[in-house]
């Protein structure tokens, strides 16, 4: 696999060395827009396990993350002809996932299931629950956490953490004013610290629900 | 994924310990079955169909220019006319019963009269009706109001031509072959002329008429 990072003498591209951004990921997607499928798969490596993550975390279940993640990636891959780098990539990329998970929710609430739209859907755990690790336990504290927190609010920490987003970026993403993403942000961030913090002087007592 | 950099928007110093809490719980990855199919799907060429487009161009311009025929063409019918028979040429009859001419005497065997009375007749008045539109749709076949209506117009014009007394009793000097291809206008014409007294040049209209619209009790009597 060729160097993500490295970019390619222009081939028939529509932007000149002047124009390249500072943005890699910028650089990748306009690579991949003008037919080197090559730098998809260094843009893919590059986001996929984060994206993941901010779809799990956003969704609870992991069959619709994996949906939404597939949706997600289909819609980039469809639209690379329209592509214009007008903001950064992983803005671009997260609010794409955001809006398949807003009209994954619409449809669902359409069809009569808001009342369990934050459930949360864990992985079964396998075997006896003492034995399980660490990290498991972690994870499942995290995720229980996670599903306390108001869909917007979860939504602002995830894009921050998995994204990287800024909060102003985050505001464009959900559509709300920047007030009102650092407001979300600071909420989700306060809950969980709360949440963390419980659940350390409660040595993890909350692992099974 | 945050980039130090941005730090300037976090929105508190102890946000810092939540972040590392979270980085050390989640660890999920992408499956692999969906990365393989991602990669795949990336890598095909966009479909163009490339017969989409011309297809789309031909289907808007018939559409058009039919649009536009329709609109411009001469001669609706109402769409509760009858459906007709195949317009009939009257080149196609025989040559005693060839159109004649309007001011010539018309000179007619009773068995041409019957003749005249079948398909010929119904050919020439549909002609006339695909041709003229609503003006002469009393004149279609089958419409015994037709010849209600004209009688109507020549009673109406003859009381016209009695209810002005001396002027009406003047020779009549319009010329009813002015009017020889409406049908309408040449009956009101002839009714004008058996008002105003010139029965002779009535009853060779009316004759005229007749070989020419093939509606033998059309003209008022």
Redesign the interface.
Same mark, same amino acid.
């Given at each position: 696999m060729p160097d993500a990072d490295a970019v390619p003498p222009p081939r028939a591209v529509a932007y000149t060395a002047a124009m390249t951004p500072a943005d890699p990921d910028v650089r990748l997607m306009l690579r991949?827009r003008d037919g080197d499928?090559t730098a !998809?798969?260094a843009l893919?490596s590059r986001h996929?396990? /984060?994206?993941? #993550?901010y779809l799990? /975390?956003l969704c609870l279940d992991a069959a619709t993350a994996?949906d939404l !993640?597939?949706e997600a990636?289909?819609k980039l891959?469809a639209a690379r002809?329209r592509y214009r780098p007008t903001a950064k990539f992983?803005t671009y990329l997260y609010r794409v996932a955001h809006n398949c998970f807003v009209d994954h929710y619409r449809r669902r609430r359409s069809r009569g299931r808001e009342e369990d739209a934050d459930a949360v859907t864990l992985p079964a755990r396998e075997g006896d629950p003492g034995r399980e690790t660490e &990290?498991a336990l972690? &994870?499942d #504290?995290?995720q229980r956490l996670l599903a306390e927190l108001p869909t917007e609010q979860r939504d602002a920490f995830l894009l921050?953490?998995?994204?990287?987003l800024?909060?102003?970026e985050i505001a464009a993403a959900t559509g709300v004013g920047t007030e009102t993403a650092?407001s979300r942000? #600071?909420y989700a961030?306060?809950k969980?610290?709360e949440g !963390?913090a419980a659940l350390s002087g409660a040595g993890g007592g909350r692992g099974d629900g | 994924m945050a980039d130090p950099g941005d730090d300037r928007d976090r929105p508190g110093v102890a946000d810092e310990s939540v972040s590392r809490s979270y980085r050390e719980a989640a660890r999920e990855r992408a499956p692999a079955a969906l990365d393989e199919r991602i990669r795949a799907a990336a890598r095909r060429k966009p479909v163009r169909r490339s017969w989409q487009r011309p297809l789309a161009l031909a289907a808007t311009l018939a559409l058009a220019v039919s649009l536009v025929l329709q609109v411009t063409a001469p001669g609706d019918e109402p769409a509760s006319a009858p459906p007709h028979e195949p317009a009939h040429a009257p080149a196609a009859d025989t040559p005693a019963q060839g159109p004649a001419e309007p001011g010539a005497p018309v000179t007619r065997s009773p068995a041409a009269g019957t003749q005249r009375t079948g398909r010929d007749a119904a050919g020439d008045r549909q002609r006339l009706s695909g041709s003229r539109g609503l003006s002469n749709y009393a004149l279609q076949p089958d419409r015994p109001e037709a010849d209600a209506a004209l009688n109507k117009l020549g009673r109406a014009s003859r009381k016209a031509a009695e209810s002005l007394g001396g002027e009406a009793a003047e020779p009549v000097s319009v010329r009813c072959s002015e009017h020889v291809d409406d049908a309408s206008a040449w009956a009101a014409c002839i009714a004008a002329l058996e008002a105003a007294g010139e029965t002779a040049a009535a009853e060779r209209e009316r004759r005229g008429w007749e070989a020419r619209h093939g509606q033998d009790e059309a003209v008022a009597r």
């Open positions: 991949y499928a !998809f798969d893919y996929k396990d /984060g994206l993941y #993550r799990l /975390g994996e !993640f597939q990636w289909s891959i002809h992983s &990290r972690a &994870r #504290r995290l921050r953490e998995e994204g990287g800024t909060v102003a650092k942000l #600071r961030y306060r969980l610290r !963390f | -």
